[in-house]
C-alpha cells in the first residue's frame, strides 16, 4: 500500500518561501508511470493543484502560480519536494501530496489521484 | 473561478439516491474524477474513468456522463457518505491537470 507524508513548516513568514517535503513510502517513487503532484485547499475553500513533477524530472505547473514554484525529486530518498516563494496570506492552506495515476482506454487518456498525503496546514503569517 | 461547477449542496434521506453532479465544456470530451472529503481528511478517489471504483470503495458510488455533465450517484446513501465531493477533469486553461470542481456538501439526512 503506497502511502505518502507532508512534512515541512508550519509557519512562513510573509515574502519568504514556503518548502514542503513528500515522503513516499510501500513503493518506489520511480516505479510505475505516475507524476508526483501538489494540491492545496484554503480553509473552507476548494482544492486547487499547484503541479507535478515525474520521476525523470520533467515538471508542470499551474500557470496561475507557475513563476513562484519549483517541484523537484529526489529518488534516492523517495521523495518530491515543493518551494513556493514570495508567499503572502492567500498561500495559507493545507498542503497535500498526492500521487496522479493513469490509463488509456477507447475515450484515450484517463488521469486520477489515487493516493494522497494527509495533508498539512501551512501558515503564512508575521 | 473553476470551470467546472458543481452545486454547493445537495442533501439525501438516509438510504435514498443522490446524484450529484459537475458541469464544464471539457466534460463533452473529458471523463471526470471523483473525491470524498470529510472533515480533516484528505481526499479519496471514489470514481474515475467512465465508472472505475477503487479498491475498498462500496458499489453504491457510481458514475455517469452525458453532455457537458458529469454525475456521481450514490444508489443508497449510507450516514458515513456525508462529506464534500469534488470533479476534477482536464480543462481549456493549459493546466495540465485540469481543474478541480467548487465542491459540493451532501447532508444525509
Known amino acids: 500500500q503506497v502511502q505518502l507524508q507532508e512534512s515541512g513548516p508550519g509557519l512562513v513568514k510573509p515574502s519568504q518561501t514556503l518548502s514542503l517535503t513528500c515522503t513516499v513510502s510501500?513503493?518506489?517513487?520511480?516505479?510505475?508511470?505516475?507524476?508526483w503532484s501538489w494540491i492545496r485547499q484554503p480553509a473552507g475553500k476548494g482544492l486547487e493543484w499547484i503541479g507535478r513533477?515525474?520521476?525523470?524530472?520533467?515538471?508542470n505547473y499551474n500557470p496561475s502560480l507557475k513563476s513562484r514554484v519549483t517541484i523537484s525529486v529526489d529518488t534516492s530518498k523517495n521523495q518530491f519536494s515543493l518551494k513556493l516563494s514570495s508567499v503572502t496570506a492567500a498561500d495559507t492552506a493545507v498542503y497535500y501530496c498526492?500521487?496522479?495515476?493513469?490509463?488509456?482506454?477507447?475515450?484515450?487518456?484517463?488521469?486520477?489521484?489515487?493516493?494522497w498525503g494527509q495533508g498539512t496546514l501551512v501558515t503564512v503569517s508575521s | 473561478s473553476s470551470e467546472l461547477t458543481q452545486d454547493p449542496a445537495v442533501s439525501v434521506a438516509l438510504g435514498q439516491t443522490v446524484r450529484i453532479t459537475c458541469q464544464g465544456d471539457s466534460l463533452r470530451s473529458y471523463y471526470a474524477s471523483w473525491y470524498q472529503q470529510k472533515p480533516g481528511q484528505a481526499p479519496v478517489l471514489v470514481i474515475y474513468g467512465k465508472n472505475n471504483r477503487p479498491s475498498g470503495i462500496p458499489d453504491r458510488f457510481s458514475g455517469s456522463s452525458s453532455g457537458n455533465t458529469a454525475s456521481l450517484t450514490i444508489t443508497g446513501a449510507q450516514a458515513e457518505d456525508e462529506a464534500d465531493y469534488y470533479c476534477?477533469?482536464?480543462?481549456?486553461?493549459?493546466?495540465?491537470?485540469?481543474?478541480f470542481g467548487g465542491g459540493t456538501k451532501l447532508t444525509v439526512l
Open positions: 510501500g513503493g518506489s517513487i520511480s516505479s510505475g508511470s505516475y507524476y
Open positions: 476534477n477533469s482536464r480543462d481549456s486553461s493549459g493546466n495540465p491537470e485540469g481543474v
Open positions: 513533477i515525474y520521476t525523470s524530472g520533467s515538471t
Open positions: 498526492a500521487r496522479r495515476a493513469y490509463y488509456y482506454d477507447s475515450s484515450g487518456y484517463i488521469p486520477y489521484f489515487d493516493y
